[in-house]
């Protein structure tokens, strides 16, 4: 398929080599330069403006940072794509904004989904990202071809905006976990027991998860190099509480994960990894 691609960053890079690598002809674009110089080197051909990747696309794909650049990118998409155009917007933004871009590309006959991934760098580089879709089912269908040269699990979890519902879910579990890590770093450090020995027992346990897994060594090391920017995690904590309040629902935990990953934005931690949480349980602890 001809693939036009908008967001070449961390994530969008390797994902749009990966579509490459499928086979596919991937025409890209980013307000970067550098970054549309790399998709070049990798196979792909450089676009100079969103509708110059957008034209003559079968299917656009965008990976942006936040809800006001898709809210920039997707009308653009919409009146210059071809008609009956796939479009699949994969970055992470609210559900609301998601749903507008469903209604403003209904009325043009371009089809479109919400597609937001978890996996990080690392799972958009491997191609085994977890991809949650939202919009209608025979567009999910049309969609798997390119889908599954990203990920290894794609899940249609409702209409229009759910694939980012499910993203919030995704993001307040993903930050609770890493204050609760943080805090059991704290607590062993402080009571004299190596914490190396001690999360060892726990990542094998009931408490063991993927975070613990993948990042108890360097947490204890104190290494931050991202990963996931505190930045971005502080973006979808925002999304999580808009989204609670849209459902009319309260969820505790959720609003004070919010207030420490905000803290460490404060404290200059911005552009740290987000298991640099523990920057701030520390800081609580003098
Ligand atoms: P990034 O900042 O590295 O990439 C975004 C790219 O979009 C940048 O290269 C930027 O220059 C480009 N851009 C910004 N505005 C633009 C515009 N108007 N037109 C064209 N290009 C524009 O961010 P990322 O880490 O690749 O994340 C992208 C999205 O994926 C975010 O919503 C993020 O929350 C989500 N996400 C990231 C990760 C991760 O581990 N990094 C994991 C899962 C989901």
Redesign the pocket.
């Known amino acids: 398929m001809n693939i036009g691609f ?8 390797p994902m749009a080599a990966n579509l490459i690598k499928a086979g596919h002809a991937v025409t890209g ?4 330069a550098e ?1 549309v110089d790399q998709l070049a080197a990798l196979g792909g051909k450089g676009a100079s403006s ?1 509708v110059d990747a957008v034209g003559g696309a079968d299917v656009v794909i ?5 809800s006001p ?1 898709v809210e ?2 997707a009308p653009l998409v919409i009146e210059y794509g071809r008609p009956n155009l796939l479009y699949i917007d ?4 609210k559900p609301e904004t998601s749903r507008w871009v469903a209604r403003r590309a209904a009325a043009e006959g371009v089809r479109v989904l919400d597609a ?9 580089v491997d191609g085994t ?1 977890s991809i949650m879709v939202g919009g209608a089912e025979e567009d999910v269908e049309a969609a798997r071809p390119v889908l599954w040269a990203l990920g290894t699990t794609v899940v249609h979890v409702g209409p229009a905006g759910a694939g980012q519902t499910v ?1 919030a879910a995704n993001q307040l579990v993903v930050g609770g976990i890493y204050g609760l890590v943080s805090e059991a770093i704290v607590l062993l450090e402080a009571s004299g027991v190596d914490p190396v020995a001690g999360l060892d027992v726990l990542a094998a346990g009931l408490a063991g998860s993927r975070i613990l897994e993948l990042k108890r060594h360097t947490m204890v090391k104190r290494e931050f190099a ?4 505190i930045d ?2 502080h ?2 904590m925002g999304i999580a509480v808009a989204a609670a309040r849209e459902a009319g629902v309260s969820l505790p935990l959720t609003g004070q994960v919010a207030q420490l990953v905000a803290a460490a934005r404060a404290q200059g931690h911005g552009s740290l990894d987000h298991s640099a949480l523990l920057k701030v349980i520390e800081r609580l602890n003098g």
């Open positions: 908008v967001g070449l960053g961390i994530m969008g890079s674009y980013d307000v970067s970054r969103v965008t990976m942006l940072p936040d650049q920039e990118v994969m970055s992470t933004i937001p991934v978890s996996g990080g760098e690392r799972g958009a990202l993203k991202p990963g996931f920017r971005l995690h973006k979808d």
